[in-house]
């Protein structure tokens, strides 16, 4: 019905940058909201930041001034842009997004691990 693929996780040195991709497809009426969040091994799984249909964000105290999400509403897709990474941001980062389609829901990508170390 609506499914979601995450892409740009991978090996990272502490300072270093990546890109996180999320594209949504599927039976789409509109996209309320796009996000990321992120589950490190031991620990539940916690905002990172996410954008509105509109544009509004909202970011984790721990990453802001460091990543920044951003959306193409053409696309449906939702990207996270990843800078001066750090060894505790090491997690599987997840997309998530509040769709309307049959019905209005959220829905989850299936992972992408981000791993900071030199």
């Known amino acids: 019905q609506v499914q979601l693929v995450e892409s740009g996780g991978g090996l990272v040195q502490p300072g270093g940058s990546l890109r996180l991709s999320c594209a949504a497809s599927g039976s789409i009426v509109s996209i309320v909201s796009m996000g990321w969040y992120r589950q490190a091994p031991g620990n539940q799984r916690e905002l990172v930041a996410t954008v509105t249909s509109g544009g509004n964000t909202n970011y984790a105290d721990s990453v802001k001034g460091r990543f920044t999400v951003s959306r193409d509403n053409a696309k449906n897709t939702v990207y996270l842009q990843m800078n001066s990474l750090r060894p505790e941001d090491t997690a599987v980062y997840y997309c998530?997004?509040?769709?309307?389609?049959?019905?209005?829901?959220?829905?989850w990508g299936q992972g992408t691990l981000v791993t900071v170390s030199s």
């Open positions: 998530k997004a509040i769709i309307l389609s049959t019905y209005t829901g959220q829905w």
